[in-house]
């Protein structure tokens, strides 16, 4: 059973860094991507960063060149290195796993609990 497991969030002031993290349990073997998404209050939730399994990765214009995602394979985990925060990062972000169990199966997909981050000015 496919598990994403979320910690790191916090507090923190405008121009700090947090990291966030995400484990996954079950089996791999289909993982196509896993990345990070984030919802605002009063907004819908956006990709803030993936990381597909071939490493390549993709960010919002929002954290380009501020937010680092990486991954450790050995232990299943992803990472988000948030730094040079702004208020307006603040939202639950939520770890996202896409599985695509074969050639013409349809892609699965899974979601974190969510984890909080407020950047405070």
């Known amino acids: 059973q496919v598990q994403l497991m979320e910690s790191g969030g916090g507090l923190v002031q405008a121009g700090g860094s947090l990291r966030l993290s995400c484990a996954t349990s079950?089996?791999?073997?289909?993982?196509?991507?896993m990345g990070w998404y984030r919802q605002a209050p009063g907004k819908e939730r956006e990709l803030v960063a993936n990381?597909?399994?071939?490493?390549?990765?993709d960010y919002s214009d929002a954290v380009k060149g501020r937010f680092t995602i990486s991954r450790d394979n050995a232990k299943n985990t992803i990472y988000l290195q948030m730094n040079l925060l702004k208020p307006e990062d603040t939202a639950v972000y939520f770890c996202?796993?896409?599985?695509?169990?074969?050639?013409?199966?349809?892609?699965?997909?899974?979601w974190g609990q969510g984890t909080q981050v407020t950047v405070s000015s």
């Open positions: 079950g089996r791999t073997r289909s993982l196509e991507s």
């Open positions: 990381i597909i399994s071939d490493g390549s990765t």
């Open positions: 996202n796993r896409r599985d695509i169990p074969c050639v013409d199966c349809r892609l699965i997909e899974y």
